[in-house]
């Protein structure tokens, strides 16, 4: 059975950088699949912040790509999530979740949620 | 990239059926059939209900089914039940190799 388990601070300052992790346990990351971050603010919808191969071949959202990075650790079967200069409308739940792709890389859905962390920006 | 566009809400009684819209363009929906659909209960993560516009992952009710048509996508849910008032979001592939989500429905089962 696959699990995915994030981990990180729960309370990080504005302009500062969140970093997050997710730990994947049932499956190895180097047997494929692409791996993806989500958040959800309090309250809002879902939106998809990136997704990473175990290669390193990455995708990001446009909106947040010049201040998102994700990488993978394949030694330690984990992934993980910095977002930089972050302000408090960033406040949210962040998920990490496995992605269906195609032979291409395009994106099928998210099969696979982690339980979700709550990371809040404030001073 | 824009989300996609959904009702914000919709109501259903018990046995009914009830179908819930997602908008896109032609960079999104309609260019590709790779929709799927969540569902959210309050205070839990995403569950994926139908991926591919309209595939079931093994364990999800046929009650749950999903179909496109041009831009827009639908989640038809029959034999309305008490456990299905959750939130719902579509989503989508994008002609930028991106995901975009839908805002979400809240289903209220009456």
């Known amino acids: 059975q696959v699990q995915l388990q994030e981990s990180g601070p729960g309370l990080v300052k504005p302009s500062e950088t969140l970093s997050l992790t997710c730990a994947v346990s049932g499956y190895s990351i180097s047997s494929g699949y692409y791996w993806g971050w989500i958040r959800q603010p309090p309250g809002k919808g879902l939106e998809w912040i990136g997704s990473i191969y175990h290669s390193g071949s990455t995708y990001y959202n446009p909106s947040l790509k010049s201040r998102v990075t994700i990488l993978v650790d394949t030694s330690k079967n984990q992934f993980s999530l910095k977002l930089s200069s972050v302000t408090a409308a960033e406040t949210a739940v962040y998920y990490c979740a496995r992605v269906v792709v195609d032979s291409s890389g395009a994106h099928y859905g998210m099969d696979v949620w982690g339980q979700g962390t709550t990371v809040t920006v404030s001073s | 990239q824009s989300a996609l566009t959904q009702p914000a809400s919709v109501s259903g009684s018990p046995g009914q059926s009830i179908t819930i819209s997602c908008t896109g363009t032609?960079?999104?929906?309609?260019?590709?059939?790779?929709v799927s659909w969540y569902q959210q209960h309050p205070g839990k993560a995403p569950k994926l209900l139908i991926y591919?516009?309209?595939n079931r992952p093994s364990g999800v009710s046929n009650r749950f089914s999903g179909s496109k048509s041009g831009n827009t996508a639908s989640l038809t849910i029959s034999g309305l039940q008490a456990e299905d008032e959750a939130d719902y979001y579509c989503s989508s592939y994008t002609s930028s190799s991106t995901v975009v989500f839908g805002g979400g429905t809240k289903l209220t089962v009456l």
């Open positions: 032609s960079s999104d929906v309609g260019g590709y059939n790779y």
């Open positions: 591919d516009v309209s």
